[in-house]
Every structure is written in C-alpha cells, then in structure tokens.
C-alpha cells in the first residue's frame, strides 16, 4: 500500500487557505517528500504527521515556492531527534543550493547526503523505483515518476519439482539468486511467475506541456500536474511564463493513459479552482482538483 498526500496546492506564494505544492508518500515506514516551499512543514504538522521518517526529498528546482520551506522542515527534524541520513535529491546545484540554506540550520544531528541529477535518471531508494526527467520551466526542472514494482507470484509446484530446499525460498522472493550446498544454483526465474502490475505515481508542476512528460506519466495510478491556470485565455501567460492551463493539463493525462489526474500548483489568483472543472473533465474525465491535505491510500489491483 502507497499512502499519497498533497500537502499543499498553491503556487508562487502560501495563502492563509492554501500551502505551497508539496507531496508526500508513504510506503512500508519509509516516507519521501518532493517539494518543500515556504510552511510545508505546517501542512504536515496540520495532518498530524512527524516530519522525522522522512528520508528523501526531491527537489522538482530551486524556485523559492519549492525549497524555502527546507531549512525550517530540517530544524524541526532536528528537534525531533532524527538521527538516519536525509537523502537529498535535485538538479545539479543542489548541494550548493542547500549548504547556503544550512548557514541558518547549522548542526543538525543528521547526515545530508546529496544527488544531483545529470539529465534523465533512475534509481532505486528502499523499495521505491524513482524516475527523475527534465520538463521544460524557465530553469532547470524535474519531474519524477514514483514507482512500486511487484513481483510474480511464487511458483510452488516449480520449486518443489526442482527440489530446491524450503530455507532457499524466500531468497528466490526477494529476487536473488540462490547456490545450494550440492553445487546447483538458480536464479528467481525458476520459480517466480510473471511480474504483476505495481503502483505508480508521476509529478510534475512548473513547466510547459512536453511528450516526455506524457511518455514518463503513461499508466500512472495518479499523476499529479500542475495547472496554474483555469481559464484557457490564459494561454499566452502560461507559454510566457513556463506554466500551463488546465486544459493543458488534461490533454496531457488523456494521452498518457493514467488513471487519474490531480491539479495542483494554482496560481494565487485562483480562487475556486472547482468552477473550470466541468469544461476540463470533458477532455480528461478523471481530472480532480487537488487541495491541501488530499490523501489517497493506492493498492495493488487484486
Ligand atoms: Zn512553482
Ligand atoms: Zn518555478
């Protein structure tokens, strides 16, 4: 199970009804953050959660609305007694970036370790498989798809036809490979079946529409996008401006096929993001406005 939250939903600056776009999730007690703009450790404070288990937050870039809130969030982890490594990851920069932050959070009682994406990236962190890809903002910028792979189910009557000894089995689980005393070895192909269909969770905000986005979202459980702007006469300003629409948004979804798509990253002049919802759904009828604290529990299919 995937526990998701939208921290908060707001763009360029926090409102008194509205945090900065952040997301959290859960999975198996290892918790990750992606953003983290001025107040998103209020927004989790309001959700009654510790900010302490987090151990990796992805940076989308260092515009101010998402890393000013970094230096607080890592004080009160601080206070909180954390004392596991925090992993950092961002475009190249971020060490940089957040060494000069650290000036005002000095001695924390925790490692900070640094990943500072080169181009389109994957890697593997405690279960989870994160794929980091360039969208196209005003400065560097990453989206990132989240996944939870799953493996196949095991094969019993495969295994015991191979006799191969029970204390080996669940190695074969975990997807290693096994050497047995009598001199055979078998790799997890033996027994397990066909990988099943995991969870994934794609979020991108701050940036133009992109096919790469739509390849690297394609399937999502959730993908949660950006749209900065409900009123499609607001074109010009999202091209100029590296955002997009609602409707962008959207078209975006319907091609990449995901299952459901929440709005975030409103700008402040967006009041009731609801009242464009009727016109969007009719291009991606799974479109959700997103609101601070919007949670969903994601489980596998069967
Ligand atoms: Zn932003
Ligand atoms: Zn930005």
């Known amino acids: 199970m995937l526990d998701v939250c939208l921290l908060g939903c707001g763009g360029m600056m926090p409102l008194p009804y509205r945090w900065l776009t952040s997301l959290l999730l859960r999975y198996n007690g290892n918790n990750l953050l992606i953003d983290c703009g001025e107040g998103t450790q209020i927004a989790l404070k309001e959700k009654g959660w510790s900010p302490k288990p987090i151990g990796m ?19 009160t982890m601080g206070n909180a007694e954390k004392h596991d490594p925090l992993l950092l990851v961002g475009p190249r920069g971020l060490e940089r970036t957040v060494k000069a932050l650290l000036t005002i959070a000095p001695e924390l009682p925790f490692e900070i370790e640094y990943k500072e994406l080169e181009g389109d990236t994957e890697f593997t962190w405690n279960g989870y498989r994160v794929n980091a890809f360039k969208v196209n903002h005003n400065i560097t910028c990453y989206g990132y798809s989240i996944n939870i792979d799953r493996a196949g189910k095991f094969n ?37 079946g066909e990988r099943r269909k995991g969870l994934k969770v794609t979020y991108t905000t701050d940036t133009r529409p992109t096919n790469s986005i739509v390849e690297n979202a394609r399937n999502s459980d959730l993908f949660i996008c950006e749209g900065m702007y409900g009123e499609d006469d607001k074109l010009v300003k999202a091209r100029e401006h590296k955002h997009m629409t609602f409707s962008e948004a959207a078209d975006m979804a319907r091609r990449a096929e995901v299952k459901e798509m929440w709005l975030t990253h409103y700008s402040p002049s967006l009041v009731n993001p609801r009242e464009f919802l009727d016109r969007v759904r009719k291009i991606f009828p799974a479109t959700k406005a997103g609101k601070d604290g919007k949670t969903v529990e994601l489980d596998y299919e069967e």
């Open 156 to 192: 019993v009557d495969a295994a015991r036809s191979l006799d191969i000894p029970v204390q080996y089995w669940s190695i074969l689980q975990k997807g290693e490979g096994v050497a047995l005393e009598d001199g055979r070895s078998f790799t997890p192909d033996a027994v397990m």
């Open 57 to 75: 937050i992805l940076f989308t870039h260092f515009h101010a609305d998402h890393i000013s809130g970094l230096p607080g969030l890592l004080l």
